[in-house]
Every structure is written in C-alpha cells, then in structure tokens.
C-alpha cells in the first residue's frame, strides 16, 4: 500500500512539474512568415516559446478580442498601431525589413512580371494580410511600366486569396497555381527545389516591415523582450533566413 502511495505521489509530482514548467513558457504570436526562424530560435533556446503562427491581422484580432500572449510580432506596422491606439501595447520596435518575389512551379508559362496579365492562375494573400496588401502595392507600381491598366488584368486573374503567405507557398509547391507573390523569406530548403522565383524590380517592390511589440505587463515578458532583442544568435538566424536586421 506504502509503495502504491508513493509511486502516486511521484506521479503527482512531475506532473504539477510538468505544467509549471508550461506555464514558464514565454506566449509568442507570431506572423506566419516567422515560422521557420523562430522555429529555429526555439529550439535553440531549449524550446522556452509557445509559438502561436498566423497571418499577423488575424493575431491582432485576436488580441483585440482578450488574447495575452507575451510577445507579438507582425509583418507590417499597421496592426501594431491599432494596438497601440488601443493602449494593448507595453513597448514595441521595427526590427526587420522583407521584400516580395513572384514564385511558380517549375513547370510554369509564367516568365516575369508581364505574364501575370496573360491566361494564369494567380494565388495571393487576402488584403487584410499584411502579404496581400503588399503584392497589391507591387502590383499598383507596376502600372507605371506596363500601363495603368496592368494590376486590374492580373487581379482577374486571381483564383485564391489566402489566410496567410505559407498557404500562398503551398498553393504554389502542389502545382495548383501558375505564380503567387511572397516574401522571398518564404523560400527556404523545404521548397525551394519545386520553386522558381522572379525577381521584383526595386523601383516597384515594398520595404515590408516588422515589428515586435511586448503585450504582456510582468516580469517574465519584460526580460524576454529585452533578450530577444540583444540575442545575436536571433539576429543572426534572421539573417540566415533572408530578413534584413535593422535593430
């Protein structure tokens, strides 16, 4: 009976172990374009992150709605400033920039940016989606080359707006679409043999810009915000992944 309570206890034991240290893990919600990097980062930090990916517009709604995570990170300024005007924010601060591409299958009729107006397939982000309110900016600049008419042909021939840009990716991987535009941190290892890229002209791409921004108020998410951003080994995996550190 003794060896029967004991044996309870030690169960009891790890498993109160086993939450608190859950709970000492740092909330993390994260634009869907930071998988792979902090995927990376939380590996190397011993998994001390709940990660939590989706397109940055559908976390801040979130948030808006009662959510607490720690940390949030977008992929434009836009939606940190909503929080703020909503004084959800502790702190925040620009640490990235990214730019788009055009990527197709390999197989694909789609050559350069010209071609998007011809019969194709074309996946992008919804506009809500800091990704598809970016390649609808791509798209508007390339009216002054190709006519004012040039982004009105290639959005009819968009047959899908997607949540987020991994879902872009995918579309694009499975051959379900001639061409999407994306963060050309989106090509990575995992893809980049079933993918060709075109490259955006820099007179009509975007400067995409990210933030990080502290939501909760205790001790634990002010250290870890103040960690992350001196951590040289976080900069240089967003590096490594294609983002241009400007922190």
């Not at 997607?162 to 995992?190: F, H, P, R």
Request: glycine fraction near 4%; charged fraction near 30%; include cysteine.
């Amino acid at each position: 009976m003794k060896k029967i309570i004991v044996v309870l206890v030690v169960i009891v034991l790890l498993f109160s172990t086993g939450c608190a240290k859950e709970e000492n893990k740092t909330s993390v919600y994260s634009a869907a374009s930071l998988t792979e990097v902090l995927d990376e980062y939380n590996n190397l930090i011993v998994k001390k992150m709940n990660l939590n990916f989706d397109s940055s517009t559908r976390l801040r709604i979130q948030i808006e709605n009662g959510a607490e995570p720690d940390i949030y990170l977008s992929a434009n300024q836009k939606n940190i400033d909503i929080l703020k005007e909503k004084n959800l924010v502790k702190e925040s601060k620009e640490i990235l920039k990214n730019r788009m591409v055009i990527i197709t299958p390999k197989d694909s009729k789609v050559k350069s940016p010209l071609d998007l107006t011809k019969n194709i397939k074309l996946v992008i982000a919804e506009e809500e989606v800091p990704c598809g309110r970016y390649a609808l900016e791509v798209l508007d600049n390339y009216n002054s080359k190709y006519g004012k008419d040039y982004s009105g042909k290639v959005l009819n021939n968009v047959v899908s707006r997607e949540l987020n840009v991994k879902l872009v990716v995918s579309k694009i991987t499975m051959g379900e679409a001639d061409a999407g535009i994306v963060y050309i941190t989106d090509i990575n290892q995992n893809n980049k043999e079933k993918i060709n890229i075109i490259e955006i002209g820099q007179d009509f791409n975007i400067n995409a810009s990210y933030w990080i921004c502290r939501i909760n108020d205790n001790n634990e998410s002010k250290e870890f915000y103040k960690n992350f951003l001196e951590d040289d080994n976080m900069k240089n995996i967003f590096e490594k992944y294609g983002f241009r550190v400007i922190y």
